[in-house]
C-alpha cells in the first residue's frame, strides 16, 4: 500500500504545479538557509523568554497538559507567504505560553517534492500546507478537522464525508491585469460581453503600438489559466460531470465541447505577442509595466508582483465574460489547505495544539496579514476587514457576484480528479494547436488516446490507483 501510494505521489510530483503557487518563485539554497536560521533563532529566543516570563498579559488558558512543540511547513517561495507565516506564528507562540510551533523551510517551488521526501525520511510534519491533498489522504497521513474547524470557511472540500484541509484562501481568481494609464489614453474601455473583448484585442492589435496579450508559455502551468476560462465556458457549462463520464466511458476528449474549448482558444491567444511560447510566466510582468503588453491574463498575485516592478504603474481588473454572457471565475475554498498529520493527532497535546494554531491562524486580525500580504481572497465566514487597493475589491466582490465560482479543473475530487499525468499533457497539447504544429482533431484525438492510457493506473471509478 505504503510503495503504490508513493508510486502515484511521484507521478503526480513530476507534473505538479501549484495555482495557489503559480507565479511563486523558488528561493535558492543560500536564501532558504538564512530564513531558516532567522526562524530558528526566533524560536529559541521565545523558548528563553517562556522559561523566564509564563506571565504575558495576553496568554492564553493552557490547552495542553505539557510544553509541546509542532513542526509547521509552508510552501516558502513566496516572500509575503514568508513574513506572514513568520508573524501570525510569533502571534501564537506568545499567546501559547506552553505551545511551541516551529517553522521548517518549505523549498519553495519544489515544495511537493520537498513534502514527500520529508515523509520518506520519518519527518513529516505535524502541520502543514498541503497542496496534493487527494494523494495524502488516500494514504492515511492526513486527520480529518474537526466540525469547529470546518464551520470557520464559507465553503471546503470533503473527502467521503471528512474534511482534511482549511483552505487558505480563495482559488486564485483570474482576470485581465491591464495598463490603465494606456486604456484611458486611447479611450479603451472594459468589455461587457465576449464579443466586446475580441474586439478590444483587435483594436489595440490594430494601433500596433503593443500587443494586446502577454501569454508566459514557457511555463506550461501558466497556460493552464487560459484552458481552464474555456474550459469552464464550454464545458463544464453544459456538462459538470464531464471528466465523471469520460471514466464511465459515457463521454471522450473528442467531444465537441473539447474541440470548441481549443478553438476559443486558438481566437483568444492569435492576440499574444510574439514568442509567448518561449516567454516565462516570471517575465510577464516587465511587458505589462514597460508597455510592451496591453494586458494579462493571470490571478491576484500578480498585483504584488506589479506593483513591486513599477510602484506607479496604474491598472485596471476585469473579468472575461463567457461567449454565453455570463461570468464564471475561479474561486472559493479550493481542496489544499492547512492540515493535521494523522501522527500528531494520535498525541491528544499535539492535536489540541495544532487545532488551536489553525483556530488562531484564522481569527480576523491573523488572517489579515496572511490575505494582505499574498492578495489573497478570504474564505472564512467571520471575514478580516482589508486594507486593500479598489483594484483587489473589485476582485472580490466579483467573485460575490459571479455567475459561477468553481475550483481549477484540476482541482477536482472524487469522480472528477484528473489522472496524475493528463492535466500537463492538455496543456502541452494546446500549445501544439496555438503553434501551428498540429490540428483540433489530431488534438482531441491524441488526448482521447492519453486519457485512456492513464485510466489504466488511475481510475476513482473502480479505485485503480488509489486502492
Known sequence: MRKKWLAVLLSMTMVT??????????????????????????????????????????????????????????????????????????????????????????????????????????????????????????????????????????????????????????????????????FDANGLTEPTTYAEFIQLCQTIQDKGEMSPLVVGGQDIWHMGFWFNKAYNDLVISQDADFVAKCYAGEKDWTDATIKATFEELQEILQYSQGGWASTPDAQITTFLVNNLSAMMFSGTHMFSQIEAADANFEYGWFAIPSPDGKTRLVGGGGVGGLAISADAAKDPNKKAAAEAFIKFFFEPDNYQVYCEKLSAIPVTVNEPTMNVNAVFQEVIDATSTADEICSMWNGQVGDKELPPDFRNFTYKTLIEVLQGQRDIDSACDELNKTWNTCMKSFNPLDGTGIQ
Open 17 to 182: 504545479t501549484a495555482l495557489v503557487g503559480c507565479g511563486k518563485k523558488a528561493e535558492n539554497n543560500t536564501t532558504t538557509t538564512k530564513n531558516n536560521t532567522k526562524v530558528e533563532d526566533s524560536a529559541t529566543k521565545e523558548d528563553d523568554k517562556k522559561e523566564t516570563d509564563n506571565t504575558q498579559s495576553d496568554s492564553a488558558e493552557s490547552i495542553v497538559t505539557e510544553p509541546t512543540t509542532l513542526t509547521y511547513i509552508f510552501a516558502d517561495g513566496d516572500e509575503g507567504a514568508k513574513e506572514s507565516m513568520n508573524e501570525i506564528v510569533d502571534r501564537f507562540n506568545k499567546k501559547y505560553p506552553d505551545i511551541t510551533v516551529r517553522i521548517e523551510p518549505g523549498n519553495g517551488g519544489a515544495y511537493t517534492e520537498f513534502l514527500k521526501t520529508k515523509d520518506s525520511v520519518g519527518e513529516f510534519p505535524d502541520i502543514m500546507e498541503m497542496r496534493d491533498t487527494a494523494a495524502y489522504v488516500r494514504a492515511g497521513k492526513l486527520a480529518p478537522l474537526s466540525d469547529e474547524i470546518v464551520s470557520l470557511f464559507k465553503t471546503t472540500t470533503a473527502f467521503d464525508g471528512s474534511v482534511y484541509t482549511a483552505p487558505l484562501a480563495g482559488e486564485n481568481t483570474q482576470g485581465v491585469i491591464y495598463n490603465k494609464t494606456y
